[in-house]
């Protein structure tokens, strides 16, 4: 079964779905040579589906591994826009950063939409996973929570877990099979609030507060440290914060002060004229090499009408 959707004026679908790591985590992958995002869904009607997403021209192709309903097909449709953030509004972002020499690259190639998670839940479990350790060891837990508590679809793909899977569980699964170390309790502790109903982490997405008060609310979920909230926050669509670690302070080194190291102030100095965009602006400037440019138009950058 095939969906199509229709993409955003300027919409890159290589810059978005290579945006960051997430790809690489399962229920995601990526095919770099045919250019497809493949991501299982739980749709709660039936199998899970297998969805590989192409977009051959300027719409998205949606080939599911299976047929769907019509309101199984609404919630892909729901799904894959929030997984790409079709409907999020950059256009102030790429006007503020088309007059910068350094960043005017930005809105030409249409990047600066990171690829999320359908639901803020496995973003924040997967964020968790990304603290104080190396990619390989994320990969490892991520894997584990997917291959022992997702949901099975076909070829062995499975889905990410709910918290309510994932609150059955006990700690010591955590420890032994998922390898997560000392952050075992923080994602056994996050599953059981989430299960229970104590704490609605999709509500964040249409939150009121303020971006400083979202963050203190954050904080208070065991695990989550600056660094992890920043992240989540830009998956939220609020760039205030840097989100810096070892990996992004090490190519700012390399990238803007020639391999020398500096300090976090003289980081936030650099991106402080990109405001409350700041951190988009500074994710788009150390990744620009992930991909080929070559590839992308070259001809000067137009602020959005």
């Known amino acids: 079964m095939?969906?199509?959707?229709?993409?955003?004026?300027?919409?890159?679908?290589?810059?978005t779905i290579?945006?960051?790591g997430w790809c690489e985590l399962l229920p995601f992958q990526i095919d770099r040579e045919k250019w497809s995002l493949i991501r299982?869904?739980?749709l709660n009607d039936g199998k899970p589906v297998t969805l590989t997403i192409t977009a051959p021209r300027r719409a998205l192709r949606i080939q599911t591994s299976r047929r769907v309903s019509q309101s199984a097909g609404k919630k892909i449709i729901r799904d894959?826009?929030?997984?790409?953030?079709l409907d999020d509004d950059i256009d102030s972002f790429y006007r503020l950063v088309a007059s910068d020499k350094d960043f005017n690259w930005i809105p030409r190639q249409g990047a600066g939409r990171l690829l999320r998670s359908p639901t803020v839940f496995e973003d924040l479990v997967k964020m968790i996973c990304t603290t104080n350790c190396s990619w390989a060891l994320t990969e490892k837990m991520v894997s584990g929570l997917v291959g022992n508590l997702g949901r099975a679809a076909v070829k062995g793909l499975r889905t990410f877990p709910t918290a309510e899977a994932m609150a059955l569980m006990p700690v010591k699964f955590y420890v032994n099979e998922v390898r997560a170390g000392y952050r075992a309790e923080y994602l056994k502790e996050l599953a059981?609030?989430?299960?229970?109903?104590?704490?609605?982490?999709?509500a964040?997405?249409?939150?009121?507060?303020?971006?400083?008060?979202?963050?203190?609310e954050m904080r208070g979920v065991k695990g989550v440290g600056p660094y992890a909230a920043e992240n989540v926050l830009k998956l939220l669509g609020r760039y205030d914060g840097l989100a810096l670690d070892s990996w992004t302070r090490a190519k700012f080194f390399s990238v803007r002060n020639n391999g020398r190291k500096t300090t976090d102030?003289?980081?936030?100095r650099y991106y402080s004229r990109f405001k409350?965009?700041?951190g988009l602006a500074l994710w788009c400037d150390l990744t620009r090499d992930w991909l080929d440019v070559s590839e992308f138009p070259v001809g000067p950058a137009e602020p959005p009408a």
Do not use: C, Q, Y
């Open 276 to 278: 409350e965009w700041r």
């Open 40 to 42: 299982t869904l739980d």
């Open 18 to 20: 290579a945006s960051h």
């Open 80 to 85: 894959v826009r929030h997984m790409l953030r």
């Open 204 to 216: 964040w997405l249409r939150s009121p507060l303020t971006t400083d008060e979202l963050m203190k």
């Open 265 to 268: 102030k003289k980081i936030a």
């Open 2 to 15: 095939e969906i199509s959707l229709n993409t955003p004026p300027g919409f890159n679908f290589k810059r």
């Open 192 to 202: 059981d609030r989430v299960a229970a109903g104590e704490l609605d982490v999709e």
